[in-house]
Protein backbone atom coordinates (compact mmCIF):
# COMPACT_ATOMS: atom_id res chain seq x y z
CA UNK A 1 0.00 0.00 0.00
CA UNK A 2 1.55 3.44 -1.26
CA UNK A 3 2.17 5.90 1.86
CA UNK A 4 2.69 9.60 1.13
CA UNK A 5 3.45 11.97 4.17
CA UNK A 6 4.03 15.31 3.83
CA UNK A 7 6.18 17.84 5.50
CA UNK A 8 7.62 21.30 5.98
CA UNK A 9 4.51 23.49 5.90
CA UNK A 10 4.26 26.70 8.34
CA UNK A 11 3.62 30.23 8.94
CA UNK A 12 6.03 32.80 6.32
CA UNK A 13 5.38 36.65 5.85
CA UNK A 14 4.95 37.18 2.25
CA UNK A 15 8.41 37.36 -0.14
CA UNK A 16 9.15 34.36 2.00
CA UNK A 17 10.42 30.66 1.23
CA UNK A 18 9.01 27.38 2.11
CA UNK A 19 9.85 23.74 1.45
CA UNK A 20 7.66 21.01 1.64
CA UNK A 21 8.88 17.36 1.31
CA UNK A 22 6.81 14.28 0.70
CA UNK A 23 7.93 10.60 1.78
CA UNK A 24 6.74 8.32 -0.17
CA UNK A 25 6.73 4.43 0.50
CA UNK A 26 5.02 0.81 -0.73
CA UNK A 27 4.58 1.55 -4.10
CA UNK A 28 5.71 -0.94 -6.99
CA UNK A 29 4.77 1.46 -9.99
CA UNK A 30 7.84 1.83 -11.74
CA UNK A 31 7.23 5.41 -13.14
CA UNK A 32 4.40 7.36 -11.36
CA UNK A 33 3.57 10.67 -11.74
CA UNK A 34 4.02 12.50 -8.65
CA UNK A 35 1.71 15.71 -8.15
CA UNK A 36 1.82 18.62 -5.33
CA UNK A 37 -2.13 20.25 -5.03
CA UNK A 38 -3.43 22.75 -2.98
CA UNK A 39 -6.72 23.72 -1.15
CA UNK A 40 -8.93 26.23 0.55
CA UNK A 41 -11.73 25.37 1.99
CA UNK A 42 -14.96 25.88 -0.01
CA UNK A 43 -12.77 25.44 -2.95
CA UNK A 44 -11.80 23.07 -4.99
CA UNK A 45 -8.59 21.18 -5.26
CA UNK A 46 -5.89 23.18 -7.12
CA UNK A 47 -3.26 21.11 -9.17
CA UNK A 48 0.34 23.27 -7.98
CA UNK A 49 3.09 21.19 -10.05
CA UNK A 50 3.72 17.73 -11.15
CA UNK A 51 6.85 15.38 -12.18
CA UNK A 52 7.74 12.09 -13.87
CA UNK A 53 9.59 9.88 -11.48
CA UNK A 54 11.69 8.33 -14.16
CA UNK A 55 12.79 11.55 -16.25
CA UNK A 56 11.75 14.19 -13.99
CA UNK A 57 10.07 15.91 -16.29
CA UNK A 58 8.28 18.87 -14.65
CA UNK A 59 5.08 20.67 -14.95
CA UNK A 60 3.15 23.62 -13.06
CA UNK A 61 -0.13 26.00 -12.77
CA UNK A 62 0.83 29.23 -14.40
CA UNK A 63 0.01 30.23 -10.50
CA UNK A 64 3.04 29.09 -9.81
CA UNK A 65 5.59 28.88 -12.91
CA UNK A 66 9.16 30.82 -11.84
CA UNK A 67 8.23 30.70 -8.32
CA UNK A 68 7.50 27.15 -7.00
CA UNK A 69 10.06 24.11 -8.30
CA UNK A 70 9.50 20.35 -8.47
CA UNK A 71 12.02 17.92 -7.35
CA UNK A 72 12.39 14.17 -6.81
CA UNK A 73 15.43 12.12 -4.95
CA UNK A 74 15.08 8.66 -6.00
CA UNK A 75 17.36 7.38 -3.49
CA UNK A 76 15.59 8.59 -0.76
CA UNK A 77 12.07 8.40 -2.42
CA UNK A 78 10.86 11.63 -1.63
CA UNK A 79 9.72 14.70 -3.53
CA UNK A 80 9.88 18.11 -2.97
CA UNK A 81 8.49 21.59 -3.75
CA UNK A 82 10.19 24.52 -2.99
CA UNK A 83 8.37 27.59 -3.11
CA UNK A 84 9.71 31.05 -2.99
CA UNK A 85 8.29 35.23 -3.51
CA UNK A 86 5.22 33.90 -1.50
CA UNK A 87 2.00 35.48 -1.79
CA UNK A 88 -1.11 35.56 0.63
CA UNK A 89 -2.60 33.96 -2.09
CA UNK A 90 -0.63 30.94 -1.86
CA UNK A 91 -2.38 30.59 1.54
CA UNK A 92 -3.79 26.33 1.75
CA UNK A 93 -3.29 23.02 2.81
CA UNK A 94 -0.94 21.37 0.28
CA UNK A 95 -0.97 18.01 -0.93
CA UNK A 96 1.01 15.40 -2.04
CA UNK A 97 -0.48 13.00 -4.86
CA UNK A 98 0.82 9.85 -6.36
CA UNK A 99 -0.49 8.77 -10.58
CA UNK A 100 0.02 5.31 -10.93
CA UNK A 101 -0.25 5.75 -14.51
CA UNK A 102 2.33 7.47 -16.82
CA UNK A 103 2.44 8.30 -20.69
CA UNK A 104 -0.80 10.57 -20.39
CA UNK A 105 -0.65 14.53 -21.01
CA UNK A 106 0.13 16.74 -18.41
CA UNK A 107 -3.66 17.96 -18.47
CA UNK A 108 -4.49 14.51 -17.47
CA UNK A 109 -2.41 14.81 -14.01
CA UNK A 110 -3.58 18.45 -13.32
CA UNK A 111 -7.11 16.61 -12.16
CA UNK A 112 -7.33 15.20 -8.58
CA UNK A 113 -9.67 12.57 -9.57
CA UNK A 114 -6.37 11.01 -11.85
CA UNK A 115 -4.27 10.15 -8.72
CA UNK A 116 -4.41 7.17 -7.11
CA UNK A 117 -2.90 8.20 -3.44
CA UNK A 118 -2.81 11.17 -1.18
CA UNK A 119 -1.05 12.70 1.72
CA UNK A 120 -2.70 14.01 4.55
CA UNK A 121 -1.91 17.44 3.83
CA UNK A 122 0.36 20.37 5.09
CA UNK A 123 -1.03 23.83 6.06
CA UNK A 124 0.95 27.04 4.39
CA UNK A 125 0.08 30.29 5.98
CA UNK A 126 1.39 33.19 3.96
CA UNK A 127 0.92 36.46 6.17
CA UNK A 128 0.88 39.88 4.51
Known amino acids: QVQLVESGGGLVQAGGSLRLSCATSGGTFSDPVMGWFRQVPGQEREFVAG????????YYAEAVKGRFAIARDNAKNTISLQMNSLKPDDTAVYYC?????????????????????WGQGTQVTVSS
Open 51 to 58: ITWRAANT
Open 97 to 117: AESQTSRNPWSYYTRPGNYDY
